[in-house]
């Protein structure tokens, strides 16, 4: 809001999804400058692209499937070829929604990084949230913008700036790698992780593309072995883009992925979906174990195992 | 009622009494450049150039208030896709600079490029030997053109998103009071994508008068006969269903499709469909009932027989 306040450029666009993405506070503050095109999604990316070519910066906030997936040939002619300076925020992130495979955004960070010209960022904390919209006007194009939703946990003060990790631990034992919703599990992994008495490097990555900060190839090159975590595929997210960066760099250590395999998901609540992909603490913890040979488990596991309806699992859809 | 500032004729260099013989020759010309091309190239796509002639000569010569061409009218070369650091979508400025008040044009089925081409040659926009290096490496004239080919302004290469980007631009000029009008030819083939019905539905909604759309209806696609590949039904009753002010003219007749193009209320987007012939100006082609005129390429001794069958070459510009 404040950055719209300071950008008579702004415009927000939505499908349908004005309230469950936070953007009626817009539309009630800036109605001429806010637009509803219902549920049109590909047309709707058109209309991005003729907004920003009439010199607007347009914002497109929705559930991230409808952000990439859906409209994914639209964006790619419309929007990343022309490089025009349009928005795109996904929110429900991976498994954060137990809305089913057809609400969970699985694979978009996968789709946006092979967009050329396309910025790809992967929000993991209340101050990313807070501060990325800095970065935005020194980005000579595309934004995709994975966004975390409701209570969203605060790790740093330092605000976000584009390519730059954040290192929440160091050490020479073992790297860590989290990015978005994924962070939180890897943190606590990590705390587990020097409570036995194992120095972990945990870097949170916020920007996916450019994936170019030469700490992070720094931290990979100290360790004898990495782990990236996530709440996305394993292949084209974090872990591919770090494998891409080892293979390329020589930097010959090895690597564990822990995302969602080569799978489609089901609906669930986050706690049960994480724990059934892999992709908590545990998962993390086990990967470690696996590289180090320790045999470490966290406390409180949790179990993945069907719990009964909630009612808050079904808020926002 | 009519907006009185989008009847008037626009700027341009033809006197009000002459543009309909202006039209009828750069019509033609589209005509001859799409055949030449084609023979030159052992292929092309000419039955567009055929379906479309009158269309584009009268949006050029007639309709669009478009500013001045580039001073130099020569293509650049390819210079890159744009990127970062890299603007090079500067085909929109054959059609004049993009600022406040003056029209764009957006081409969607982008296989019409050749015709696009040819219509800013023979209308003084682009120089008059710019297709010698068309559909060569490294230039910008290609056969299916992007953001920096003369004339295209979007890349609307891939069939029915190019009209949601003029809803969009239609969209804010309509917000800002800018009388500027968006221009955007469409394909009747289009029309079996889903998206086009989203564009206009949201056109309407939004009320669009300032969004004129001209869909060449010459009924066939790379299959064949849109009939038998997958009937669309009637255009023009789907697009007033929608909420649009839609017309259907002879799409060979320039004061039909002027008429129709600055009719319809303020408040609405106005769709012309145009129903055209493929063959016009080369009836020989008729001979053909295959699929393969979508793209043309000519059977031995063919050329030269459309050749000596054209009016477009017997001194009668027009059939």
């Given at each position: 809001?404040?950055?719209?306040?300071?950008?008579?450029?702004?415009?927000?666009?939505?499908?349908?999804?004005?309230?469950?993405?936070?953007?009626?506070?817009?539309?009630?503050?800036?109605?001429?400058?806010?637009?509803?095109?219902?549920?049109?999604?590909?047309?709707?990316?058109?209309?991005?692209?003729?907004?920003?070519?009439?010199?607007?910066?347009?914002?497109y906030p929705s559930f991230s499937v409808f952000v990439t997936r859906r409209p994914y040939e639209q964006i790619a002619?419309?929007?990343?070829?022309?490089?025009?300076?349009?928005?795109?925020?996904?929110?429900?992130?991976?498994?954060?929604?137990?809305?089913?495979?057809?609400h969970q955004a699985t694979d978009d960070l996968s789709l946006m990084t092979t967009l050329p010209n396309m910025t790809v960022l992967s929000l993991a904390d209340a101050t990313d949230v807070e501060t990325f919209t800095d970065s935005l006007p020194a980005i000579d194009g595309p934004v995709f913008c994975r966004m975390p939703r409701g209570e969203v946990p605060r790790f740093f003060d330092e605000p976000f700036r584009l390519g730059h990790a954040r290192v929440l631990s160091e050490g020479a034992d073992i790297c860590v790698l989290s990015t978005g919703a994924a962070a939180p599990?890897?943190?606590?992994?990590?705390?587990?992780?020097?409570?036995?008495?194992?120095?972990?490097?945990?870097?949170?990555?916020?920007?996916?593309?450019?994936?170019?900060?030469?700490?992070?190839?720094?931290?990979?090159?100290?360790?004898?072995?990495t782990i990236t975590v996530e709440n996305h595929l394993t292949r084209g997210g974090?872990?591919?883009?770090?494998?891409?960066?080892?293979?390329?760099?020589?930097?010959?250590?090895?690597?564990?992925?822990?995302?969602?395999?080569?799978?489609?998901?089901?609906?669930?609540?986050?706690?049960?979906?994480?724990?059934?992909?892999?992709?908590?603490?545990?998962?993390?913890?086990?990967?470690?174990?696996?590289?180090?040979?320790?045999?470490?488990?966290?406390?409180?596991?949790v179990v993945a195992q069907h719990s009964g309806p909630h009612e808050d699992a079904a808020e926002g859809l | 009622?009519?907006?009185?500032?989008?009847?008037?004729?626009?700027?341009?260099?033809?006197?009000?009494?002459?543009?309909?013989?202006?039209?009828?020759?750069?019509?033609?010309?589209?005509?001859?450049?799409?055949?030449?091309?084609?023979?030159?190239?052992?292929?092309?796509?000419?039955?567009?150039?055929?379906?479309?002639?009158?269309?584009?000569?009268?949006l050029y010569v007639r309709l669009m208030r478009l500013g001045p061409p580039p001073a130099n009218r020569t293509p650049r070369p390819f210079a890159g896709t744009p990127g970062p650091g890299r603007a090079t979508q500067w085909g929109g400025e054959f059609n004049g600079p993009d600022v406040a008040g003056a029209d764009r044009f957006i081409l969607s089925p982008a296989h019409y490029s050749t015709a696009v081409y040819a219509a800013l040659i023979e209308t003084g926009r682009l120089s008059s030997d710019a297709l010698d290096d068309y559909n060569s490496d490294g230039t910008t004239l290609e056969m299916i053109g992007a953001e920096h080919s003369p004339g295209i302004e979007v890349t609307g290469g891939s069939l029915g998103q190019a009209l949601s980007v003029g809803v969009g631009r239609a969209l804010w000029r309509s917000r800002c009071g800018d009388d500027g009008l968006i221009w955007v030819f469409v394909s009747d083939g289009e029309t079996q994508e889903g998206q086009t019905w989203e564009a206009?539905?949201?056109?309407?909604?939004?009320?669009?008068?300032?969004?004129?759309?001209?869909?060449?209806?010459?009924?066939?696609?790379?299959?064949?006969?849109?009939?038998?590949?997958?009937?669309?039904?009637?255009?023009?009753?789907?697009?007033?269903?929608?909420?649009?002010?839609?017309?259907?003219v002879d799409g060979h007749d320039p004061l039909a499709i002027v008429a129709a193009a600055t009719s319809g209320p303020e408040d609405a987007p106005n769709v012309v469909v145009c129903r055209t012939d493929p063959r016009r100006g080369f009836p020989a082609i008729s001979g053909r009932t295959d699929a393969m005129t979508h793209f043309i390429r000519f059977r031995p001794g063919e050329a030269d027989e459309m050749r000596a069958s054209s009016p477009l070459y017997s001194g009668a510009l027009t059939q």
């Open positions: 809001m404040d950055y719209a306040r300071r950008n008579p450029r702004v415009v927000c666009v939505t499908n349908d999804l004005t309230k469950s993405v936070e953007a009626d506070l817009f539309r009630e503050t800036f109605p001429d400058r806010y637009f509803s095109l219902g549920m049109a999604e590909q047309n709707l990316v058109g209309v991005l692209s003729g907004l920003a070519r009439e010199g607007l910066e347009p914002f002619l419309n929007i990343a070829y022309p490089n025009l300076p349009v928005r795109l925020i996904g929110f429900l992130p991976g498994l954060t929604t137990p809305g089913g495979v057809t599990h890897a943190a606590r992994a990590c705390e587990t992780l020097s409570a036995g008495g194992v120095a972990v490097a945990h870097l949170v990555i916020s920007t996916l593309k450019p994936f170019d900060d030469l700490r992070v190839t720094e931290a990979i090159a100290d360790s004898p072995a974090l872990g591919t883009a770090v494998a891409e960066l080892m293979a390329e760099a020589g930097i010959r250590t090895t690597l564990r992925r822990v995302g969602i395999r080569d799978t489609f998901t089901h609906g669930g609540r986050p706690p049960y979906l994480f724990a059934h992909y892999g992709i908590d603490a545990i998962a993390v913890i086990r990967a470690a174990n696996g590289l180090l040979g320790t045999s470490m488990t966290l406390e409180d596991e | 009622m009519t907006s009185a500032a989008h009847m008037s004729p626009p700027d341009g260099d033809v006197a009000d009494g002459d543009w309909l013989a202006e039209v009828e020759r750069v019509a033609a010309m589209i005509r001859r450049r799409g055949f030449e091309l084609a023979e030159k190239h052992d292929g092309g796509y000419l039955i567009q150039a055929c379906s479309s002639a009158e269309i584009l000569a009268t206009l539905q949201s056109a309407a909604a939004f009320g669009l008068g300032n969004l004129r759309i001209l869909i060449d209806q010459n009924g066939w696609q790379v299959d064949g006969p849109m009939a038998t590949v997958m009937p669309v039904g009637s255009i023009t009753e789907k697009a007033r269903a929608f909420g649009c002010a839609a017309f259907e």
